[in-house]
């Protein structure tokens, strides 16, 4: 039960590389904020400074209103599950649960009852005698879970939990991490890079890249107004199509119906939000585009249509099986308000 | 469980390990069995005549006040020397551990002790705390500590234990701090997120996780203490005053060698080896079970 605040935060190691450059973040109470962005983006280090594990080079972090920054990671009232569990080898399950009630000195028969209570949530209870090698990664990973609410923190802050599991269990472990985060209420922070977890996880979705936020706010905000094209890039499979404006020209078989920003030098559309048209149908408003077939990927719901246009290569999704083979010609419309712009910078406009 | 290797010739593989067994063979297994051997025979000064007795020699040896005052020795000799320097070598490479500049020069130099000859060592530490030239022993006369390890058994104890000891810390070191970096750091963050202070963690987390590293060092020091600091006591004590620091080990050259009993001086040996082998038995029976193997 706190917020999480960051402010201006920043982090330059002892070689002078600078890992976060300045961060701003406001966390509500009980809200799951995830962190994503590509490797070095300093999502992971921005943790660590939370959980203390980091010293913060400048800027604030706070915790339920109070500044932290001096406060060790034994005092701040956080639990932390790390990508490879860290769970305690040479302890039992049970005793991997009860070492952080014990070090805060909980009487013995609440440690029990609630290592009891948290296992039984986690469907862990017969497994309290083993000893972490005893245990499947699906297993250690729970543990490691029941280890961070046993001790009902202030704030979780989860470290790539799920990247070890397979993608059967990761699905199922992203939705239990959701409903117990939820009924739980507790503050937390979370990190990936895995951007349909990001998506599916998030109150408050930021995303990060070198070392600073691109954009924050509710995972579909994001998804349907990315701030950049790195954003616009990143978030959502398969990725946004791009296409570069050389000057204000229009790459080779493409039409504007609708007119250019001033400033834009890149167009985006979502692989879904296009029609496929026949050749006597015209588009109303939007983009008119011209795009031969490469590849096709039959994913069952849907499929993707990998194609190639005189602005480079794009993909258009459709619903069920596929139409077109490799080597057809479509023509693609986009409607105007399915496009995005972004300037020379990689900016969004308008 | 590895692989087997299998090999197709029948002959090679005895072949591979012949060396091994002929060192083994002719540098452990035949003294061995001579000292078993003369332990049963009792010979004139001279090595002229020599007379089967069966187990007189050991019948000798274990009524003589003087072995079981050996046998103490030896134990407080080895027991101390084993744990000071395994916990000196620990507390110095859990300390090392934590130095950021400079770790690649500091571990050197903590190292360097271990390329000092015994003999050597046990030299230093005599002139060093020598009551009346030791710049040491000067030290602790000025802080009004009676020292004299020439006249004062347990003084003499002090000073070998400590030669002993200092010797042995650099080897320890060097495993202390590599069973440290095998220590993932993530389960100290855990721990300290789990709110364990310092010391907490380190009883809880690191010690318990080091324990492989601690049973080996305590088998090796263990032989160390019993079998390689002869060169020390020789040069430091030569067994005195008295006989208080006379080991096991010590008592065999000054029977054998000086006072020329050879079959008493090799029923000791004998006992020696058994004593040995039961206590590494030992060792790996009962506390390596408590030992958490990663």
Redesign the interface.
Known sequence: MATVDLKDVRKVYAGGVEAVKGVSIAIPDKALCVLVGPSGCGKSTLLRMIAGLETISSGEVSIDGKVVNTVGPTERDIAMVFQNYALYPHMKVYDNMAYGLRNRGTPKDEIDRRVRDTAKTLELAHLLDRRPRELSGGQRQRVAMGRAIVRNPKVFLFDEPLSNLDAKLRGQMRVEIKNLQRSLGVTSVYVTHDQLEAMTLADVLVVMNGGLVEQAGAPLDIYEKPASTFVASFIGAPPMNLIALAGNALPEGTKLVSPVPPSAATLGFRPEDVELADAAHDAADGMDLEAQVEAVEPVGAESFLYSATGGGRIVVRVPGRAIAQPGDRLRVLVPADKLHWFDQAGKRVG | MSPRVVFPNKVLPYLLVAPQLAITLIFFYWPASQAVYQSTLREDPFGLNSKFVWFDNFKRVLSDPGYLNSLQVTAVFSVSTAFVSMAVALLLAVMADKVIKGRGLYRTLMIWPYAVAPAIAGMLWLFLFSPSIGSLAIGLRSLGIRWDPLLNGTDAMILVVSAAAWKQISYNFLFFVAGLQAI?K??I?????????ET?RFW??IF??L?PTTFFLLVVNTVYALFDTFGIIHAVTGGGPGRSTETLVYKVYSDGALNQLMGVSAAQSVILMVIVIALTAVQFRYVERKV?Y?
Do not use: F
Request: no cysteine; aromatic share 0%; glycine share 10%.
């Open positions: 993932p993530a389960l963050e855990a721990a300290a997120i789990d709110g364990a202070r907490k809880t987390i318990p996780l324990a958490h990663g």
